[in-house]
T-cell receptor, first 112, second 118 residues
Framework: DAKTTQPTSMDCAEGRAANLPCNHSTISGNEYVYWYRQIHSQGPQYIIHGLKNNETNEMASLIITEDRKSSTLILPHATLRDTAVYYCIVRGIYNQGGKLIFGQGTELSVKP | GAVVSQHPSRVICKSGTSVKIECRSLDFQATTMFWYRQFPKQSLMLMATSNEGSKATYEQGVEKDKFLINHASLTLSTLTVTSAHPEDSSFYIC??????????????FGSGTQLSVL
């Protein structure tokens, strides 16, 4: 699975959009981009995933560049409860049994 | 969404004892479950892949005799930390894949177990 690069930490004001970037320049054609987040002392929570097209759900939007070498997770109106570590992960659907390999992620702090 | 239940959420034990952690998929059958370990301020590290009805597959550097995994049913996998020592103190997290239509791309996680070995 391709490696991802994320900023170590980011701050965001409450109520504003949080834009979390992820670089995955070695991604291959059959690899998806997944985003999970982990609130302190809890298990990771699925947020969203995509292949080529931009995706949106009730939690967030995922914008993938045309060359698929990078993506951005957007939390449209960040709240204090969105403070967490956000992980961007690239993997093929049926690759290696479906396991996810976590990088270091981005620690997002939402401030009042 | 799919629910993965992990028990206990916290356990404190004496050095040398064994601890069992349970991971259950509540509303789906999970032929494959994954076990992770996380130390403070670090990311999740995959320990092993648990396969129903067969032996677990361990990641490089993880002692299979130390971390016993049993996946005897489609809804339950257990991780037993044998002869626990203080360096085994960590946050252990399980996850399971729901292969039902529309969900097979997602991996669902338990809430984790904080193990403290005295």
């Amino acid at each position: 699975d391709a490696k991802t690069t994320q900023p170590t930490s980011m701050d965001c004001a409450e109520g504003r959009a949080a834009n979390l970037p992820c670089n995955h320049s070695t991604i291959s054609g059959n690899e998806y981009v997944y985003w999970y987040r982990q609130i302190h002392s809890q298990g990771p929570q699925y947020i969203i995933h995509g292949l080529k097209n931009n995706e949106t759900n009730e939690m967030a939007s995922l914008i993938i560049t045309e060359d698929r070498k990078s993506s951005t997770l957007i939390l449209p109106h960040a709240t204090l409860r969105d403070t967490a570590v956000y992980y961007c992960i690239v993997r093929g659907i049926y690759n290696q049994g479906g396991k996810l390999i976590f990088g270091q992620g981005t620690e997002l702090s939402v401030k009042p | 969404g799919a629910v993965v239940s992990q028990h206990p959420s916290r356990v404190i034990c004496k050095s040398g004892t064994s601890v069992k952690i349970e991971c259950r998929s509540l509303d789906f059958q999970a032929t494959t479950m994954f076990w992770y370990r996380q130390f403070p301020k670090q990311s999740l590290m995959l320990m092993a892949t648990s396969n129903e009805g067969s032996k677990a597959t361990y990641e490089q550097g993880v002692e299979k005799d130390k971390f016993l995994i049993n996946h005897a049913s489609l809804t339950l996998s257990t991780l037993t930390v044998t002869s626990a020592h203080p360096e085994d103190s960590s946050f252990y997290i399980c996850s399971a894949r729901d292969y039902s239509e529309g969900k097979r791309e997602k991996l669902f996680f338990g809430s984790g177990t904080q193990l403290s070995v005295l």
